[in-house]
C-alpha cells in the first residue's frame, strides 16, 4: 500500500499526522489540507476500493506519494493490531499527530427503544475502538507527539444537551470516551510519558453523519473545510500542559 520510500517519514523537516476513519468527511478533509500544506500523512479507511474511499487513493498517489494508505477497522482488535504492527517495521518512524476521528451515528437511538446491539455498536466504534487503538499506538517505540479524539458536544456532561432526541447511545459513547481518554492522560502523566491528549468538538459540521432531520434547529453548521483548518491550529496550539483537556474547533475549552 505504500507509495513512497519509508525513509520520508522519519525527516525531521517534516510534520507527520496519522488519520484514522479517512474515507470522508472530517477526517478526508484533514487529508486533503494536510496534503496541501506539504505534510506526510499516514491515512486508514476500512474499505480501500469503496467508491468514497478510492478517491482518497487517487488522490493520495497523484500527490507524489506523500499520503500513505493503511486499511484499519476499529470495531476489530485484529484489525486495529494488524495496522498498528504494520507501523511498526518503518523504520525510525515518527508521528506527530495521530487524530482518532472515525465514529457513528446510528439516528436515532434512544434509551427506551434502543437495541442492546445498537447501544453496543456506538459504545464499540465511538468509544472502545478509538481508546484501544491509542493504546495499541502508545504500547509500540513509535514517538507520538499528540493524540487528537474526535469527541462531540453531545458527549459533554456539564453542557447536557436535553433536545438531543436520538441521541443516547451516540451521546453516552462520547462521553465514555471522554473519560476513558482522561484516564489516558492521567496514566501517561504518572509516567512521565509526554505524549499530549486531546479531546477535540469539530463543531456541527456538514457530513453525511450530520445529515440526518432533527426536530430542532441546528444552529451554527459549518462546512468540514473551516472545522478542519480551525482544529489544526488548535492541535498544533496546545502543549503538554494541556494534557487531558477538551476543545472547541474555536479553541474554546470545553466542558466534560
Ligand atoms: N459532523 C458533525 O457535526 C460532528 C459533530 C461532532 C462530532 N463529530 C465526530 O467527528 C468524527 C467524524 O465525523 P464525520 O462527520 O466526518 O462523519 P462521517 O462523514 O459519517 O464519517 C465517519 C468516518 O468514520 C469512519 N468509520 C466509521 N466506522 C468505522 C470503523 N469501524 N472503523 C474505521 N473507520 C470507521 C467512516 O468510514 P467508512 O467510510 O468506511 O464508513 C468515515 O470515514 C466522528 O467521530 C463524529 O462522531 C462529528
Redesign the pocket.
Known sequence: MNQIPDVLYADEDFTTWLI????????LEFVRQLLARGDRIIA????PL?T??SALWGQAGSDHGRCQMYK????SEESIVNFVSELTVKSNLKIDYVVL?????RYPNRSTEMSFDEFAFHLH??TI?PIITAQKLLQTNIPIGTIVF?????GSQGNFREMEDGFAAYAAS?SALNMALRHMAAELKRKDDDTIILAM?????S????NISVPWHVEGIITPEESVSKMISVIQSKGIQHSGTFWTWENKPYIW
Open positions: 484514522v476513519g479517512a474515507s470522508r468527511g472530517i477526517g486508514t479507511v476500512r474499505e469503496a468514497h474511499a484499519c477497522d476499529i470495531l476521528n472515525a465514529g457513528v451515528l466504534t465511538n475502538g474526535m469527541s462531540s458536544d453531545s462520547k468538538h469539530p463543531g456541527e459540521v457530513t453525511d453523519m450530520a
